[in-house]
C-alpha cells in the first residue's frame, strides 16, 4: 500500500475538522446546560480560527509554491484538499447557525430575550442603548469611507467588521464604509430587566441601532450593515540576522503575524452581491476556496463569555478541585515526596499543589536551584511570580522557556523579560527543536548532599488552563529520574551533546524507537502464546510510521484500546489491517488533555506519562519527556483512572474511517467518566 492510500490512513487536516464536528456535537446536545452550549459554540468557532491561521494556511502554501503536497500531507493532494476543507467547513458553519438558532430560542423559555436592532421596542431599551452607545462605543468605533481610486486600509486579524452600504440621496450611488466593532467593550450587552425578563443584544447590533448617529452627516436613502472577518496566515517567519537576541526576532515576527496573507474570508451570507464583490476586489481576495459565507454574527469566539445573569442552573455545576488524599497543603510537600511519589490529576485535584511546591522551594533555605521548562503562561502567572521570588531569594533559577508557544508568544516574552530583569536565568529553546516537555528538578542541600525532588507533568504550568485541562503531574524524589531529569537541562545548555537517558524517555532522540520497542513486546507477548495488550491515550496521532507500528500488532494479535481527542490519522477495525484496534474519543465538561501509555495485560503493566502525542513534530522535532511510573499505587491509580475514561458511554464517540462520529453505546451501567472520575477521588478521600 502506498503513504498516500485512503483506505489506510485519514487525512490529518480533515480528522481535525472531525473532531471540532464533536465539539459542535456538544453545543447541539440539549443534555448539555443551555449556556455551556453557548461556550461550546465559542470553543468550536475559536478552534476553527486557528486551524485557519495554522493549518489551512500551510496547505495553501504548499499550493502557492507550485507543489502538491501529497507526501507531506498525505492522502489528498494540497490542492484537493482545500476544497474537502472549505464544504466541509462551510457544512459546519451552516449546522452551526441552526444550534444558535436552538439555543436563541431555547433562552426565550427561560425568559433571557436576545434582541436585535429592529426589535427595540421598550423605552427603558431606547434610552439605556443611546446612553451606552455616546458614553461607551461612539469614542472606541473606528470608521473608515472606502473609495475605488483609495486603497483599503488593513484589515486587522480576526478582529469583526461591519460592511456599510448607503445609497446616497443625490446621486443614489452607493458608498461604502468600514466599522470596526470594539474588542475593548464586551460583545454581549445587558439591558435592563422589564417584567422580570432578561433582554441582551450583541455589540454589533448596539452599533446597528446607531448607523443614523454615526453617518449623520450623509443624506441617504437606506442603509445597511454587514459584517465580515478575515483570518490571516499565522506562521512565524523568523529573522536570521545574528545581531539579534532570539527575543528581539521573535518580537519582530509575532508583530509581523499582522500582515500575514489572508487565507478565509468570512462573510454575512444575506450581503448584497455588488458589496462583497467590490470589498474582496479592494482585499484582493480571488480563490473561491478562501471565502465562507456565513451568518449574522462572525467571532462566535466571543460565546465562551456569555453572561451568566447569576442562573446557576444554565451551566454545569461548579466542582472544587479536591484534596490529594492524605497531602496537605499546610504541610511540607518536600517531606512527602521525600518518602513516596504522589500524583496530581487537574482539574479533578487542586493545581495548587505545584504552586505550593515552588513557593515551598522559593523559600527554603535549603534550596540551591530550581530548573524548570515553560511552555505556556497564565496570564497573571503564579508560576512566574514563585520562580522570581526564589531568585529574590538567592536561588539559582534556571527556567527554559519556548517562546514560540504559538498565540502564547507574547505572553511568554512578556513573563521571560520579566523573569530576566529579576535575575533568573533563561534558556530560550534549542536550535531546530521547540521544548514542549514539562517538567522541574529542584536541588536541596541536606546533611552536606544534594537531594533532588522534581515533577513531569503532562501539561503546562498553567493555573488558569489546569480549571479545564484534564493532566497528570508526578510529584517523585526518584534519584535515577531525576538524574536523567538534570542531564536534560543539560542539552539544553549544551545541545550539541546528546545525553543518554537510563529512565526517562526524551525525544526527539529516543521516543520513536523506545515506543517501537515497546509496541514490539507486545507482539512477541503474542507468538509466545500470551495476551499483547496496549492501551493509549493521546490528543493525536498522525505520524504513519508508529500508525503502521500498531497495524503490525493488530495484524498479530495484540488488542490496542486508544481514546484520542483530536487528531487521528489511523483507521481502526479494518480486517486484516487493524481489526484489534478500538478507538474512542471523550468530549464532555474537560477538556481531555492526559497522555498516557500503558503496555501489557493486567499485573504486567508498564506504565508512563508523558507531554508527547504521536505525532511527527513530537517525535521528530520537540523536545518531549515520558516517564515511567515506577510507584505502585500511582500506577495503579492511572490504571484505574484510565479504565474509568474508556468505559464512558455517555460522552464518548466512537472513532472510525466513516468519521461519523457516533456515540458509544453499550448494555454496561451508565459511565460519564469526567462525573465518574470526581467520584472516584472523592471516595479515595472518604477512605482515610
Known amino acids: 500500500m502506498t503513504q498516500t492510500d485512503e483506505n489506510r490512513y485519514i487525512n490529518r487536516e480533515l480528522s481535525w475538522l ?17 449556556i455551556e452550549r453557548f461556550r461550546f459554540l465559542g470553543i468550536f468557532s475559536n478552534n476553527l480560527d486557528e486551524f485557519f491561521r495554522v493549518r489551512y494556511a500551510t496547505v495553501r502554501r504548499i499550493v502557492d509554491a507550485g507543489k502538491t503536497g501529497r507526501k507531506a500531507l498525505g492522502v489528498y493532494s494540497a490542492e484537493e484538499l482545500l476544497g474537502k476543507i472549505t464544504e466541509v467547513v462551510i457544512e459546519q458553519q451552516t449546522e452551526s447557525l441552526k444550534i444558535l438558532e436552538d439555543i436563541y430560542k431555547k433562552l426565550e423559555g427561560e425568559n433571557i430575550y ?28 473606528e470608521t473608515i469611507i472606502l473609495r475605488e481610486d483609495v486603497e483599503l486600509p488593513r484589515i486587522q486579524d480576526l478582529d469583526a467588521y461591519l460592511m456599510v452600504k448607503m445609497v446616497l440621496t443625490d446621486t443614489k450611488k452607493p458608498l461604502y464604509a468600514l466599522l470596526e466593532i470594539p474588542s475593548t467593550i464586551d460583545r454581549f450587552v445587558v439591558l435592563p430587566q422589564v417584567d422580570g425578563k432578561d433582554y441582551i443584544m450583541m455589540l454589533d447590533d448596539l452599533i446597528r441601532y446607531n448607523l443614523d448617529t454615526i453617518f449623520s452627516i450623509f443624506d441617504y436613502d437606506s442603509i445597511t450593515a454587514h459584517m465580515i472577518k478575515i483570518t490571516r496566515d499565522a506562521e512565524l517567519d523568523i529573522e536570521s540576522d545574528l545581531g539579534k537576541s532570539f527575543l528581539e526576532k521573535l518580537t519582530r515576527s509575532v508583530k509581523g503575524r499582522e500582515d500575514g496573507e489572508p487565507v478565509r474570508f468570512v462573510f454575512d451570507k444575506t450581503i448584497e452581491k455588488e458589496t462583497l464583490q467590490f470589498l474582496l476586489d479592494k482585499l484582493g481576495i480571488k480563490r473561491k476556496d478562501s471565502i465562507i459565507p456565513g451568518g449574522r454574527y462572525h467571532n462566535r469566539k466571543d460565546y465562551m463569555n456569555f453572561p451568566s445573569f447569576n442562573r446557576q442552573e444554565l451551566y454545569y455545576p461548579s466542582v472544587k478541585p479536591l484534596p490529594i488524599p492524605g497531602i496537605s497543603l499546610e504541610d511540607s510537600l518536600f517531606s512527602v515526596v521525600a518518602k513516596k511519589d504522589f500524583l496530581q490529576y487537574t482539574p479533578y485535584q487542586s493545581f495548587s499543589y ?9 523559600l527554603d533555605p535549603k534550596v540551591r536551584s530550581i530548573k524548570i521548562t515553560i511552555y505556556r503562561l497564565a496570564k497573571l502567572s503564579s508560576i512566574a511570580s514563585a520562580l522570581i521570588n526564589a531568585a529574590q531569594n538567592g536561588k539559582e533559577v534556571t527556567v527554559q522557556i519556548e517562546l514560540r508557544a504559538r498565540f502564547d508568544e507574547e505572553s511568554n516574552m512578556r513573563y521571560a523579560k520579566k523573569m ?21 528538578v529542584i536541588d536541596r542541600e541536606e546533611e552536606g548532599k544534594i537531594v533532588r525532588y522534581g515533577f513531569i507533568s503532562t501539561g503546562n504550568f498553567n493555573h488558569a488552563t489546569a480549571r479545564i485541562y484534564t493532566d497528570y503531574t508526578l510529584f517523585t524524589a526518584n534519584k535515577e529520574i531525576l538524574k536523567d531529569l538534570s542531564k536534560l537541562f543539560n542539552f539544553f545548555d549544551t545541545n550539541y551533546i546528546v545525553n543518554k537517558y537510563k529512565h526517562l524517555v526524551v525525544a526527539p ?17 503474542v507468538k509466545n502464546g500470551g495476551n499483547g495488550l496496549i492501551r493509549l491515550k493521546l490528543n493525536s496521532i498522525s505520524n504513519y510510521e508508529i500508525i503502521d507500528k500498531l497495524y503490525e500488532a493488530s495484524n498479530a494479535g495484540v488488542k490496542i484500546k486508544m481514546i484520542v481527542r483530536g487528531v487521528c490519522c489511523l483507521i481502526p477495525g479494518v480486517p486484516g489491517m487493524s481489526e484489534n484496534i478500538e478507538i474512542i474519543s471523550v468530549i464532555d465538561k ?11 495485560e493486567p499485573g504486567w503493566e508498564k506504565v508512563f506519562i508523558s507531554s508527547s502525542d504521536w505525532m511527527s513534530r513530537n517525535l521528530d522535532n520537540r523536545v ?32 472510525n474511517k466513516e468519521m461519523d462520529n457516533r456515540y458509544k453505546k453499550d448494555d454496561k451501567p451508565v459511565i460519564r467518566s469526567q462525573f465518574a472520575t470526581y467520584d472516584y477521588y472523592v471516595n479515595k478521600l472518604s477512605q482515610l
Open 18 to 34: 472531525q473532531f471540532n464536528a464533536r465539539v459542535l456535537q456538544e453545543a447541539a446536545d440539549e443534555n448539555v446546560p443551555l
Open 509 to 525: 532522540h529516543y521516543s520513536r524507537n523506545k515506543m517501537y520497542r515497546l509496541i514490539e513486546e507486545q507482539i512477541e507477548v
Open 420 to 440: 530576566q530583569d529579576e535575575g533568573v536565568r533563561l534558556i530560550f529553546g534549542v536550535p531546530g527543536l521547540k521544548v514542549h516537555s514539562k517538567v522541574c
Open 590 to 600: 474537560f477538556l481531555e488533555h492526559t497522555r498516557v501509555y500503558i503496555f501489557g
Open 354 to 362: 505545584t504552586i505550593k511546591f515552588l513557593r515551598e522551594a522559593a
Open 114 to 141: 436576545m434582541l436585535t436592532e429592529n426589535e427595540i421596542t421598550l423605552p427603558e431599551h431606547k434610552t439605556f442603548i443611546k446612553d451606552f452607545f455616546t458614553d461607551q462605543v461612539s469614542l472606541a468605533v
Open 624 to 655: 518531549e519527556v515520558t516517564v515511567p511510573i515506577y510507584d505502585e499505587d500511582v500506577k495503579k491509580e492511572i490504571i484505574e483512572t484510565h479504565e474509568i475514561a474508556w468505559s464512558d458511554n455517555v460522552k464518548a464517540r466512537v472513532l
